[in-house]
């Protein structure tokens, strides 16, 4: 029991040891981290500082100590030199590129040491596709996270689609007036998708492809087949099954096994309800308010008669309140149909007893 006891003794102490080592070395790092930012900061903390690039531009060098401290960078203790590899000491490398926008293009590559799988997605990305072809002003990473002012990218929430609308003024400008946009904006609601819940985040893929169309059900269905969320809003939960069982769910399905890019003109979700500009649908402005309804049936469908939508369920459930006329006939071959199968059933067999009992008697 001693020898039991004096082993777990020096197996707490060695813990202890352990512990008190990794946090020397943690706060190390994170002093020379912050002396390195305070000798950068002796000549950039300057507002004045700023230096001519060859084709004119004015490149300002300040960085603001406030700024980088607030870095989630700066707080990881992340120094200077991990993005600046080129700069080890004063005076500094000449500066060789003609531009502000080509001193971007090359700085942003280091983030590919510490972030390489988000790196390797954003090169697949429409953005980098768009860059590749000779579009300069496609964004890169530092565009969209920052350079010396880092943050958590989701924090306020908000920031994502304010990022957005850098360059997509226009669609920002619809969605913050539709359902989801007001609610994020003026509400303040978290619970709301925002520009990454439908396009992605680094791997954004061109949204105007068949690809893209033909999985715009299941990416709709993320928030509104999830019953618990759903519920939150009074809100049903069903849809995405009962378009599944649509003609047009099921042709979209078909084409999405056997034809995933080939383009189809079956409606999807944003057909019917918009894209950035979706509003709820008893707005008078809505794609799917009932006096409106028709006429978004008409762009499929330009033969369509006032009576047409009248008949039509959509994803909702037949009521006797909204359907009676389909809710009657539903109910009647919800019976009548089970009834003939199981008289074709029942004939069946007995016409097998019969040719049974028939060969039987033969045989005798």
Known sequence: MAVHNQFRTWLICLCGFLILIISYVFSNSKVQAQETEDYCLSCHNNPDLKMTLPDGETLSLYISPEMLQHSIHSQQGIECEACHTNIKSYPHPQIDYQNHRELSLSFYQSCEKCHSINFDKAHDSIHAKALEAGNLNAPVCTDCHG?????????????????????????????????????????????????????????????????????????CAGCHANQELM????????????????????????????????W?????????????????????????????????????????????????????????????????????????????????????????????????????
């Open 264 to 364: 189809h003109e079956n409606a999807v979700c944003t057909d019917c309800h918009g894209v950035h500009n979706i509003l709820p649908a008893d707005n008078p402005e809505s794609s799917v308010n009932p006096n409106n309804l028709l006429s978004t049936c008409q762009k499929c469908h330009p033969d369509a008669s006032p009576n047409w939508t009248g008949a039509w369920t959509g994803h909702q459930k037949i009521s006797l309140e909204r359907t009676p006329y389909l809710f009657y006939t539903d109910l009647f071959y919800s019976y009548f149909a089970p009834a003939v199968l199981w008289i074709s059933v029942i004939y069946v067999v007995l016409q097998i007893i019969r040719a049974t009992v028939d060969r039987f008697r033969r045989n005798m």
């Open 147 to 219: 350079a010396h002012d880092v943050r958590s990218p989701n924090k306020p929430r908000v920031a994502i689609s304010e990022t957005c609308r850098k360059c997509h003024s226009n669609i920002y400008d619809e969605y913050k007036l539709s359902i989801h946009g007001n609610a994020l904006i003026n509400e303040e609601n978290e619970d709301v998708p925002v520009c990454t819940n439908c396009h992605g985040v680094h791997n954004i893929q061109d949204p105007r492809t068949a690809q893209f169309r033909i999985e715009t059900p299941e990416l």
């Open 231 to 262: 519920s939150k809003y009074g809100l049903p939960s069903d849809v995405y099954n009962i378009y599944k069982l649509s003609w047009h769910g099921v042709d979209v399905e078909v084409y999405k096994a056997k034809w995933p890019t080939i």
